[in-house]
């Protein structure tokens, strides 16, 4: 599968952002779809997943209660609400896929695809 994150920019701290991701191929529910973060100088971390029907969905404490992943599997897409913006969300975002069945959803090691990035940039 091939992945196409696109919705990153400049906002300021309090500010909304939708990431979206498109995804290739036939099986798109068949995928745990994660985003992650990559700062400057840090590791990449977990920020949201949603299995592939949409029944389950994950986040990661820092962001739990400003963003939101949904899906649509008609159209093959994910995407990433992004609410009450803060400088601290400053990073690269990438959406990536892994088989239900295989992994963790929140290490990045158990994602097969990813996309080739996006950045947010949050201003104080």
């Known amino acids: 599968v091939q992945l196409q994150a696109s919705g990153g920019g400049l906002v300021q701290a309090g500010g909304s952002l939708r990431l979206s991701c498109a995804a290739s191929?036939?099986?798109?529910?068949?995928?745990?779809m994660g985003w992650f973060r990559q700062a400057p100088g840090k590791e990449r971390e977990f920020v949201a997943a949603?299995?592939?029907?949409?029944?389950?969905?994950y986040s990661a404490d820092s962001v739990q209660g400003r963003f939101t992943v949904s899906r649509d599997n008609a159209k093959n897409t994910v995407t990433l609400q992004m609410n009450s913006l803060k400088p601290d969300d400053t990073a690269v975002y990438y959406c990536?896929?892994?088989?239900?069945?295989?992994?963790?959803?929140?290490?990045?090691?158990?994602?097969?695809?990813w996309g080739q990035g996006t950045l947010v940039t949050v201003s104080s």
């Open positions: 990536a896929a892994k088989w239900e069945s295989t992994g963790t959803y929140y290490r990045a090691g158990s994602y097969a695809y």
């Open positions: 191929g036939r099986t798109f529910s068949n995928y745990v």
């Open positions: 949603i299995t592939g029907n949409g029944g389950s969905r």
